[in-house]
């Protein structure tokens, strides 16, 4: 069957330590994938996206790889800051067919400490 | 630009009785989704757009209805609500250009059905 994992359980850093998210898939071929950031009560708000044919995409202290033989994207954020607290997203284009139709993981909670 | 507005943002209906949840968006995106939201679940795509006039079953379509009528407003309506409707509901559009998928949501709708 069709799946996206991330880690269930709540990932709990201190401040200045890098935090580390796994999404794995399986049975999806996706042409991308992307990593969102929900605050509770609020709407998912969109981070980066990797495309198929990319290893590796940062944007200031985040960095996202993907790896289409192992189907598993990291996420990274270096440096972290307890505002960086909040639950990650990762998606992708499981349906097919384009039109960005995004299939969700979960998503992890991540808490950083001071 | 207000991006992408949900309303109401809290609903209580009866079993059985019919509403229509209203998102609008100001970005002129040609893509339009509706996901619900349910604790431990990832977003699950319930109906898509593609323009107006176009509209497409998502993973979980049963029970939902939608049109377009234009290119701003993409309406959910539940004709005879369920208590497994009971959900959290969110609208997303982005913009129809392949290398540009990124998804803008709303705030969300919190449907509880009693």
């Known amino acids: 069957s069709q799946k996206i994992e991330q880690n269930s359980e709540a990932l709990n850093i201190q401040e200045g330590k890098t935090a580390t998210l796994t999404c794995n898939y399986t049975?999806?071929?996706?042409?991308?994938l992307q990593w969102y950031r929900q605050d509770p009560g609020r709407g998912p708000v969109f981070l980066l996206l990797i495309r198929e044919n990319e290893k590796e995409k940062r944007k200031e202290r985040l960095k996202v790889t993907f790896d289409t033989t192992l189907k598993q994207s990291l996420f990274h954020i270096t440096a972290s800051q307890p505002a960086d607290s909040a639950t990650y997203l990762c998606?992708?284009?499981?349906?097919?067919?384009?039109?960005?139709?995004?299939?969700f993981g979960a998503g992890t909670r991540l808490a950083v400490h001071p | 630009n207000a991006g992408v507005t949900q309303t109401p943002k809290f609903q209580v209906l009866k079993t059985g009785q019919s509403m229509t949840l209203q998102c609008a968006q100001d970005?002129?995106?040609?893509?339009m989704s509706w996901y619900r939201q349910d604790p431990g679940m990832g977003l699950r795509l319930i109906h898509y757009s593609v323009g107006a006039g176009i509209t497409d079953q998502g993973e979980v379509p049963n029970g939902y209805n939608v049109s377009r009528s234009t290119t701003e407003d993409f309406p959910l309506r539940l004709l005879s609500a369920a208590p497994s409707q009971t959900s959290v509901y969110f609208c997303?559009?982005?913009?129809?250009?392949?290398?540009?998928?990124?998804?803008?949501f709303g705030q969300g709708t919190r449907l509880t059905v009693v």
């Open positions: 997303a559009s982005s913009h129809g250009q392949t290398l540009n998928t990124e998804a803008f």
């Open positions: 049975n999806y071929s996706p042409a991308y």
């Open positions: 970005m002129n995106h040609e893509y």
């Open positions: 998606a992708l284009d499981g349906l097919g067919g384009g039109y960005n139709k995004l299939i």
